[in-house]
């Protein structure tokens, strides 16, 4: 249900409940009825969040007990049915007025954490914290620029994952901490494509740091998968011409042609 | 007839004063901040999955698996008990993969339920301790982290319990209701039985426990079917504890359907129908340290029952004028305010879960008349069962809860 229709729905509840409440009973329910509905509101508006169900809640049941001992001790109490249709219309009225207020208060917190983690999705593919494909292509791009200013090698390398029956995305996110691992936090960059396979960014780094990594890539796998064969094609391609678009072609290329 | 009546009315009351005192120390407990601090050195862990026909669920269980972060050694035995769907091809799968998960077939075998497979299981294992869970679970990754934590933590302990959140608690009614009844009965009673008594009760998943003590216990009954309030009830005997900790989430499924829901439950509480015949005979079960499990469970599926029962067979004769009421007491008012109290206990737990929604509280207050009078209607089945089954002097049959498909990951 979307909060403004809940929100409309309650507000309907808590004025019906108002105006019922003051139909049932004598001057003397009434009265108190005024009390307790002032008491309420004053109560949801004034107490720190923490509090005001514990005191709704409260006010609930002592009402409710109060009510049972009047009409326990008291011969002249109103008729039970009455005082059990004006404590539904009270407790009615306060769950409601609650219920109004806590969804206002919770769409204004939703509203600023969602904010927030939009923020960071924007940064983040959100399962395994590798980069969003966004980001780590806008990164890439970056470091490129740089490295070819100061003539340092990259090398581009994906990493596809052999098919799977039922254990895809047990794997995938498997590996997405193995890759994680196994690369240089401070230098390298990885992300997940959309067809699953892995793409990593070596930053200033050569043939011999390539082979590096794909061995750390066999040793970390080693420690939390049984199987001997890796799950997983690694292939790398040298970042021809500092262009991140050219070199991931090429990559595709090689790895078709596999 | 009135004395009749004001006993029935009192017990009521001692049951719902009982239950508001476990709510007020569930609440406190719920509130704390996670007490316990990280370790040195964690012991080993086998998680024991028994499984009769989950390939609807068995992947998402296992990816769950794989993804639990244990400092220790963690291993994960998938216990095969012959099934005929695809739970073998996932189950091997995923050991021909991950070095953590191992499927073994369980040789078949009487009597059929989850004791005799856990058995099994626990035959060939060799870590401190065992944790158990349903093979529809998907527990979050630090919650065996955190059951560790508590049990090595906790003076006297030997396991700890976690709390099992419903997976599919949106997808109707029944579910929703069923998601109450598990955040209201399961964890804030449990975590108030904790905080004022310092006892715990094993839920038949995510529990932790150590292999030496059910060794010791001799495992578990193989003709319990519920094994967990069966093991529980043993283990206090003992005088050893299991903290409550609500920090350790696992989510798993509940029945979609009417059908199944009567059939899981009947099974349940023909389980306790079992207990309570035991603990009749044995007198282990009113010592010391396990006379508040035997109260509770002799009063809830004993003098309960039979109060309500005979109550609403008056309450209908009465208005036929068969038998007649001269009390001055105003039963619908006392009446109207133990229904106010339950709701109120229904409504603490959605708070304290964060799941107070307009929608989930009016569900909340319908609970006591629908799902809450299932009860009655369940425990007359499954008496019914229970004692057919005596006098024919046959084994009560485990009956597997189905699965169903979607919102598993």
């Known amino acids: 249900m979307k909060p403004t229709v809940s929100m409309t ?7 019906l409940c108002l105006l019922l409440m003051f139909q049932v009973g004598g001057a003397l329910l009434q009265a108190i009825s005024m009390m307790l509905v002032l008491a309420a509101v004053a109560g949801m508006a004034l107490l720190p969040k923490r509090y005001i169900f514990p005191a709704a809640l409260s006010l609930i049941l002592l ?5 049972t001992g009047w009409s326990v001790f008291f011969a002249s109490a109103p008729a039970q049915l009455t005082l059990i249709s004006h404590h539904i219309l009270f407790s ?7 219920l109004f207020f806590a969804s206002f208060k919770t769409l204004l917190a939703e509203h600023a954490a969602l904010e927030k983690q939009v923020d960071e999705l924007k940064k983040y593919e959100p399962s395994s914290m590798l980069l969003s494909i966004s980001e780590f292509e806008s990164r890439v791009e970056l470091m490129l620029t740089g490295m070819k200013r100061r003539g340092e090698s990259g090398y581009l390398l994906h990493i596809v994952l052999k098919p799977q029956v039922y254990a895809t995305a047990a794997l995938q996110k498997s590996m997405s901490g193995v890759i994680l691992e196994s690369i240089r936090a401070q230098y390298d960059m990885a992300t997940i494509n959309q067809d699953g396979s892995f793409s990593v960014f070596l930053q200033n780094t050569d043939e011999t740091g390539v082979g590096i990594v794909k061995n750390r890539l066999d040793e970390n796998r080693q420690k939390i998968m049984a199987a001997e064969e890796p799950p997983y094609d690694v292939y790398s391609s040298y970042m021809e011409e500092y262009d991140f678009h050219t070199s991931a072609a090429q990559l595709y290329r090689v790895r078709k042609e596999a | 007839m009135d004395i009749f009546f004001i006993t029935a009315m009192t017990f009521f009351w001692v049951l719902l004063i009982y239950y508001s005192w476990l709510a007020v120390g569930g609440v406190i407990h719920r509130r704390r901040i996670y007490p316990f601090e990280k370790l040195d050195d964690y012991p080993s862990v086998s998680i024991l999955i028994p499984a009769h026909n989950e390939g609807v669920v068995m992947q998402y269980t296992l990816q769950a698996m794989q993804a639990l972060e244990y400092p220790g050694r963690l291993q994960v035995i998938l216990l095969d008990d012959n099934s005929s769907d695809d739970t073998e091809a996932i189950g091997r799968e995923y050991s021909r993969l991950f070095s953590r998960i191992h499927y073994v077939q369980v040789p078949p075998g009487e009597p059929k339920g989850k004791s005799r497979v856990l058995n099994h299981g626990l035959s060939f294992i060799d870590t401190e301790y065992f944790l158990v869970y349903d093979a529809d679970n998907q527990p979050e990754p630090d919650a065996v982290q955190k059951l560790v934590e508590a049990a090595v933590q906790t003076k006297k302990a030997v396991g700890a319990v976690g709390y099992v ?3 599919n608690a949106r997808k109707n ?11 209201v009965f399961q964890l804030l009673m449990q975590s108030g039985r904790w905080h004022w008594w310092k006892m715990g009760s094993l839920a038949g998943t995510n529990m932790l426990l150590k292999v030496s003590a059910l060794e010791e216990l001799g495992g578990y009954d193989e003709y319990a079917l519920a094994e967990d309030a069966e093991l529980t009830i043993r283990v206090a005997s003992k005088g050893w504890r299991l903290p409550v900790v609500p920090e350790a989430r696992t989510w798993e499924q509940e029945p979609e359907q009417l059908r199944i829901f009567i059939r899981q439950r009947t099974r349940w509480l023909i389980g306790n129908i079992y207990l309570l015949e035991k603990s009749l005979k044995d007198a282990s079960f009113w010592n010391r340290t396990t006379l508040i499990h035997s109260i509770q469970h002799i009063a809830t599926y004993f003098f309960f029952v039979v109060v309500l ?36 206990q229904i409504l603490s737990a959605q708070v304290l879960e964060k799941d107070a929604g307009s929608f989930q509280v009016a569900v909340g207050g319908i609970m006591y008349f629908t799902y809450a009078q299932l009860f009655l209607v369940l425990l007359a089945k499954s008496f019914f069962s229970y004692f057919a089954s005596r006098i024919r ?10 699965r169903f498909k979607g919102e598993n990951s």
């Not at chain 2, 002097?393 to 189905?402: G, V, Y």
């Open chain 1, 9 to 15: 729905i309650l507000f309907t509840i808590m004025t």
């Open chain 1, 63 to 67: 009402y409710g007990f109060y009510l």
């Open chain 1, 92 to 98: 009615l009225f306060t769950v409601s007025v609650w």
């Open chain 2, 165 to 167: 959140k419903t997976v």
């Open chain 2, 173 to 183: 009614l029944l579910t929703r209701m069923i998601a109450l009844e598990f955040e």
């Open chain 2, 309 to 344: 029962f005979v109550s609403n067979v008056l309450l209908i004769l009465s208005l036929f004028d068969v038998v007649s009421v001269s009390l001055a007491v105003p039963l619908l008012m006392v009446w109207f305010m133990s229904y106010i109290v339950y709701t109120s």
């Open chain 2, 393 to 402: 002097k046959r084994t009560i049959l485990w009956d597997k809860t189905e």
